[in-house]
């Protein structure tokens, strides 16, 4: 036990490769020179008498302590130089609020805030270089830096190993392939036919036959036939055209036209094209159902709640246009998803329409609808003082053009109750003064011209 006790002494006085200014002196003492008063040093733990002193400073454990490795490099950047930046870049934000708007002073501190967000991200990533970029029949071909292997090159239907092999990736409709592939890309980008011609194809399977396409793929053109010799020739449901094995993965997709004519959402095989134009048109507004298919509305009732509350939103818009306390509130923004929706009540998107199928729309427009009401009818004094009376009998609560119970005069906009509109055989009352005011107008005499 005793042994045992002396050795530990031993260790912790000799063998810690982190006291290096005890070793250091001890090996200048030996060297003669003058060594510093270690008396208010740290001092060694105290033997007891009789047990003999140890001193192997030559035996100290040389682990390359004697040079500073935990020194900073030069181009590392610790975290505390990240959290300044992003204080520094908060505190310019919050300048920007405050210094007058379009003066220099506020662009200054917009440029500067641009500065210090490049910086940011410099020292975030400072070791990556700019991604390559190809441009290549309209696609804007990105080099990737994943290593994942769970990609597919869309030109070869081939698998990506993202360790070994270079792949590109377009960012405008997602195609991806790898950079030997590149070359063989003969398709172009679909974001560029959604830009300039965003339209879908509105007939069910438009099959014309093989033979029209010279039994080769509608893509790549390579030669096809039912039989699977050279290539299986495989049918696209959106487009009807055939297509060889490496343009069509049996990839499933919701076709616009058995939407909106059958009410039928179910998938359908499509090539890899069609499969990206409608996944990048899932979202535009470019459905007008009273035009396609006006008998829709007769037989989806999701369709018609959808209209009304579409079409009382519409009606809800003037008032937070005109009211500063909606403007702040941003209430409108509830609908940034689908713009539209504050634009018309016509047009529809597939996504609207797949939503409405779901329900999930309805609950949400629902929701929209009580929170902008619960605003003008009662949180808001001066969307209040806005509401009208009816014309015909002048009883009753505030009435609202978005009521359940109330009608709107198509010429003048005038509110009315339902009831009263209806019972009341005659015109709109205020149009019909407007009319009587200008007949006589009109029936006035003119000023004498020879007088």
Known sequence: MEYDEKLARFRQAHLNPFNKQRGARQHEQRAGE???DVASEET???LAPGEPEFHCAERMMDLGLSEDHFSRPVGLFLASDIQQLQQAIEECKQAILELPEQSERQKDAVVRLIHLRLKLQELKDPNEDEPNIRVLLEHRFYKEKSKSVKQTCDRCNTIIWGLIQTWYTCTGCYYRCHSKCLNLVSKPCVRSKVSHQAEYELSICPEAGLDSQDYRCAECRAPISLRGVPSEARQCDYTGQYYCSHCHWNDLAVIPARVVHNWDFEPRKVSRCSLRYLALMV?????RLREINPLLFNYVEELVEIRKLRQDILLMKPYFITCKEAMEAR???QLQDRQHFVENDEMYSVQDLLDAHTGRLGCSLT???TLFAKHIKLDCERCQAKGFVCELCREGDVLFPFDSHTSVCSDCSAVFH????Y???TTCPKCARLMLRKQSLFQEPGPDVDA
Do not use: F
């Open 44 to 46: 060694l733990p105290e």
């Open 423 to 425: 019972d009341n055989s």
């Open 331 to 333: 209430l409108l923004l």
């Open 283 to 287: 979202s535009r507004p470019v459905l």
């Open 418 to 421: 339902r009831d009263c509109y």
């Open 367 to 369: 929701e929209t609808h």
């Open 34 to 36: 003058e060594a510093p």
